[in-house]
Structures are given as C-alpha cells and as structure tokens.
C-alpha cells in the first residue's frame, strides 16, 4: 500500500535525500512516499509567499511514476491549505517525465509555475 508521509526527522530526510541522489536542504520540508519499499522524496520550502519545490526524486532503482505525482499532489495541496496561491519548481528540480505530468506550465520567464487556487479551486 502506498503511503506519502511528512519526514519529521532532519536526519531521516538526510539519509533520504542520500538516497536519492539529491542535495539535503534542512530548511526545507519534505515528504517521501513508499509501498513498503522507500520510492522518492520530495523537498519543498516557503518563500516570499510562494511555494518551491526543490526536487521531486526517486530513490536510486525506484520508478514508481505514479506514487512520486501523489507525492508531488500531496505537497501542493499542503502549500494550498498553508494559503499559498502560486508554487513554482525550482531548475532542474524532477526527471522529465515527471516534469510533463505535473501540471506545473512554464510561464513568460521560462519558470515553471502553478496557480495553486485555480488548481485546487479557490474556497472561502
């Protein structure tokens, strides 16, 4: 069974990261998601009002497409209910295919970027 969970150990989210070949941030919040097997983090900060994901990545022979974009679903909405509008990926940030099934649209400054509200539809 698939879980996507919050890491609420720094050291957890380093040996992870390590794991996936990817640059621990400790001021970044993270997620991973398994099925029983460690499959990919997901680190993602706050800045300015803004949303960031650092990276979306598999755990080095994972490749479970599908549980990495619940993962990916999981900390947007996460960012929505903190009251964010808008989240944008950081460069180089997940692997292409990832990249396409995002909903993540590159805007007029070659960013990747999401409206947040319009995405999870705005509620009062």
Do not use: W
Not at 1 to 11: F, G, N
Not at 31 to 58: E, H, R, T
């Amino acid at each position: 069974m698939l879980t996507v969970l919050p890491i609420q150990s720094k050291d957890e989210q380093k040996e992870l990261c390590s794991l996936c070949n990817v640059d621990f941030n400790i001021d970044a919040f993270a997620y991973k998601a398994a099925d029983g097997d460690f499959i990919g983090i997901c680190q993602f900060y706050f800045d300015k009002g803004v949303g960031y994901i650092q990276n979306l990545a598999y755990a080095q022979g994972a490749d479970d497409t599908e549980a990495m974009i619940i993962m990916l679903r999981a900390t947007m909405s996460f960012m929505h209910r903190c009251g964010l509008s808008t989240s944008e990926l950081c460069k180089d940030c997940m692997p292409e295919n990832l990249l396409n099934m995002s909903g993540y649209i590159k805007n007029e400054k070659g960013v990747y970027t999401v409206d947040l509200n319009k995405f999870y539809g705005h509620c009062h």
